[in-house]
């Protein structure tokens, strides 16, 4: 497994884009929350979840990690590299875990940099923002569990174009074809099933009885869809010739 690890770690960082990447990750996390705080105006009582408010970056820099865990696998199809690394390492399972792990981890450096900063943006921008832990760390797991869930897509998938449009789809589509459903209850039902709308409760801090699905009840929703993407990756790349 150690050479596995150490092979996945050494196409990453030399892939392409990859810094580039990490370094979106952060920036857009950090932007987009600056962006958000400085559009709030709140004196004396806010009626807005300010903690919330100042992690609003997640919900773009998601994409570029996306983007980042669907490159890890999806270029080695494009470019035909992936008959070289089962020849490597015929066990295709270890393969899988060693791409998750090493994708893994450098998602969590740049969601902990992008979440710190952001944070940090908030306390700057937003003088009544407090830290509450729960959004801060649930942000960076929710980061996480996307990565992992673009990764099993893009295994399923093959096609990094493909694996990219499932899921931003997933992530930005489902929403709004929430919003637009008339009756109420599926609407509440499609919000607690969505991975966004489900995983990013995690950060909401006030009104919490209001929300479609309780905080870390939404993170493990996210699990979920996490857990069926790499199944499927998994299964899939079993049962299919290189």
Same mark, same amino acid.
């Given at each position: 497994?150690?050479?596995?690890?150490?092979?996945?770690?050494?196409?990453?960082?030399?892939?392409?884009?990859?810094?580039?990447?990490?370094?979106?990750?952060?920036?857009?996390?950090?932007?987009?929350? %600056?962006? %958000?705080?400085?559009?709030?105006?709140?004196?004396?009582?806010?009626?807005?979840?300010?903690?919330?408010?100042?992690?609003?970056?997640?919900?773009?820099?998601?994409?570029?990690?996306?983007?980042?865990?669907?490159?890890?696998?999806?270029?080695?199809?494009?470019?035909?590299?992936?008959?070289?690394?089962?020849?490597?390492?015929?066990?295709?399972?270890?393969?899988?875990?060693?791409?998750?792990?090493?994708?893994?981890?450098?998602?969590?450096?740049?969601?902990?940099?992008?979440?710190?900063?952001?944070?940090?943006?908030?306390?700057?921008?937003?003088?009544?923002?407090?830290?509450?832990?729960?959004?801060?760390?649930?942000?960076?797991?929710?980061?996480?569990?996307?990565?992992?869930?673009?990764?099993?897509?893009?295994?399923? %998938?093959?096609?990094?174009?493909?694996?990219?449009?499932?899921?931003?789809?997933?992530?930005? %589509?489902?929403?709004?074809?929430?919003?637009?459903?008339?009756?109420?209850?599926?609407?509440?039902?499609?919000?607690?099933?969505?991975?966004?709308?489900?995983?990013?409760?995690?950060?909401?801090?006030?009104?919490?009885?209001?929300?479609?699905?309780?905080?870390?009840?939404?993170?493990?929703?996210?699990?979920?869809?996490?857990?069926?993407?790499?199944?499927?990756?998994?299964?899939?790349?079993?049962?299919?010739?290189?």
């Amino acid at each position: 497994m150690k050479g596995a690890l150490l092979a996945e770690w050494t196409k990453l960082r030399t892939s392409p884009g990859t810094w580039w990447l990490l370094a979106g990750v952060v920036a857009a996390t950090i932007g987009l929350s %600056a962006g %958000a705080a400085a559009a709030i105006s709140c004196r004396g009582e806010c009626a807005a979840d300010l903690t919330k408010v100042s992690l609003t970056g997640v919900q773009l820099g998601q994409a570029v990690v996306a983007i980042l865990a669907v490159l890890a696998i999806g270029n080695e199809y494009s470019n035909g590299m992936v008959r070289v690394s089962l020849a490597a390492v015929p066990r295709r399972t270890r393969l899988l875990l060693a791409k998750a792990v090493v994708t893994s981890a450098v998602v969590l450096a740049a969601a902990v940099l992008g979440v710190a900063g952001s944070v940090l943006t908030g306390h700057l921008l937003l003088p009544a923002h407090g830290f509450l832990w729960r959004p801060a760390v649930g942000s960076v797991l929710y980061l996480e569990l996307i990565a992992l869930l673009s990764l099993g897509v893009a295994t399923a %998938a093959r096609q990094p174009a493909t694996a990219v449009g499932i899921v931003l789809g997933l992530l930005y %589509a489902w929403p709004v074809v929430a919003r637009v459903v008339t009756d109420p209850t599926w609407s509440r039902r499609l919000e607690q099933i969505g991975p966004m709308s489900a995983g990013t409760a995690v950060q909401a801090t006030r009104d919490l009885a209001s929300l479609p699905i309780a905080p870390w009840s939404g993170l493990g929703v996210l699990s979920l869809w996490a857990l069926a993407g790499m199944l499927a990756g998994w299964l899939l790349l079993l049962r299919r010739d290189a």
